[in-house]
């Protein structure tokens, strides 16, 4: 198989990182559940890969960054635990449904939803969400790359924006955590949602939300903590704020060997073969006669993916033929992503999506090439 999805997840992970999660699978118990060597173990773990997610996105805080399964409750905790009924938020159309539905779950509680829009290549109208938040926002926040197109946005300049008007800014990080350096006291950002399954390379279930210093965010969920049993209230100091239950331990094990992998091997780096990669396949598909690429390709800074359709043809058929022909594997549909498909007219359609890792080769580019080219044949 040739493994072009890494978008949805990356397939490749690190041996290091499997070694982990079976190392702790092998010999820690519970975090903060009793003072035996498997819990110790494993509360040591648990803080070390705090630290490691602290200093990776520029926190400095290993006690401010909380566990999740996802991203997905990451910015479920954000959304639900920062905004009132009253306030004010601001998104953009490039969103993902997990920005997206919590926010319209909000919305319809009392809050005050503005979508800003994007051109007919995807790129954001980041003058026009500064124009809906400037003096009324609660807090913005986007994506820091579509998953649809891999348009970056300047997260900085709107970090910045929002710093200064005195708005918390909020970053779904889902498709460049580490490929893409972030470090959110530099870029203004406030909270900072990811998951460890992506460019991470960490296992599933594994994912976390970064928050600044004296910013409030209330639970998600209650329960568990291993401390302060006998409060009827949820502890609300961080990290177990945002902690409640068992942790994947397993999981958080794998990440903090991911963590490792990345800062050995350099994101720089890293970010670069991707790009090389994403930029042989474009070039070699752009022009092929019935071939529709979508997003802007004139920066380099961008998330290693390309969308395309061939002429009419639903974005499912042709993703099936890319995997029972070619082997080729690939992802078609609307990708939790319906404002950007209203934005590029491919509600009906669909996208088939490229998404490559810097574990492809060049020779895995060229096979996709030709398998794009001969399909557009047909």
């Avoid at 630290?51 to 996802?70: C, H, R, V, Y």
């Avoid at 080219?373 to 047909?378: F, G, N, Q, T, V």
Wanted: charged residues 25%; hydrophobic residues 40%; aromatic residues 6%.
């Amino acid at each position: 198989m040739i493994y072009l999805d890494n978008a949805a997840t990356s397939f490749w992970k690190p041996e290091s990182v499997i070694r982990a999660v079976g190392e702790a699978m092998r010999h820690s118990g519970n975090a903060g559940r009793g003072t035996h060597g498997a819990s110790l173990d494993a509360s040591r773990i648990i803080y070390e890969a705090r630290e490691k997610i602290s200093d990776f996105f520029g926190l400095g805080i290993p006690t401010q960054t909380a566990f999740a399964a996802n991203a997905t409750e990451a910015l479920n905790t954000a959304v639900k635990g920062v905004l009132k009924p009253g306030d004010r938020v601001v998104t953009t159309v490039l969103e993902h449904n997990s920005v997206l539905r919590p926010l319209y779950e909000m919305q319809a509680k009392g809050v005050e939803l503005l979508i800003a829009g994007a051109d007919q290549n995807g790129r954001p109208d980041t003058e026009q969400l500064k124009e809906m938040a400037a003096g009324k926002a609660r807090m913005v926040i986007c994506t820091h790359a579509s998953n649809l197109t891999g348009n970056l946005v300047d997260i900085a300049d709107i970090g910045a924006f929002c710093k200064r008007e005195g708005i918390l800014f909020v970053v779904d990080a889902a498709q460049t955590a580490g490929v893409f350096p972030i470090d959110m006291r530099q870029m203004g950002i406030d909270i900072l949602c990811f998951t460890g399954h992506k460019g991470l390379l960490g296992p599933q279930g594994t994912g976390g939300i970064c928050i600044r210093e004296n910013v409030t965010v209330e639970p998600l969920k209650t329960g568990g903590s291993g401390i302060r049993t006998y409060e009827k209230k949820h502890p609300h100091d961080m990290p177990t704020a945002l902690e409640a239950g068992t942790l994947n331990l397993h999981g958080i094990a794998g990440l903090s060997a991911a963590i490792d992998y990345l800062n050995e091997t350099g994101i720089d780096r890293i970010r670069a073969g991707e790009r090389m990669l994403m930029t042989r396949f474009y070039e070699g598909v752009k022009d092929i006669p019935g071939v529709k690429v979508y997003g802007d390709f004139e920066s380099n800074e961008r998330a290693a993916i390309v969308s395309l359709n061939i002429r009419d043809y639903d974005s499912a058929e042709i993703s099936d033929a890319l995997s029972e022909e070619y082997g080729i594997a690939t992802r078609p549909g609307a990708h939790c992503a319906p404002l950007m498909h209203e934005a590029l007219g491919t509600v009906e359609q669909g996208a088939v999506r490229f998404s490559f890792s810097y574990a492809n080769t060049t020779e895995e580019i060229d096979q996709a090439v030709v398998a794009v080219r001969e399909l557009a044949k047909e």
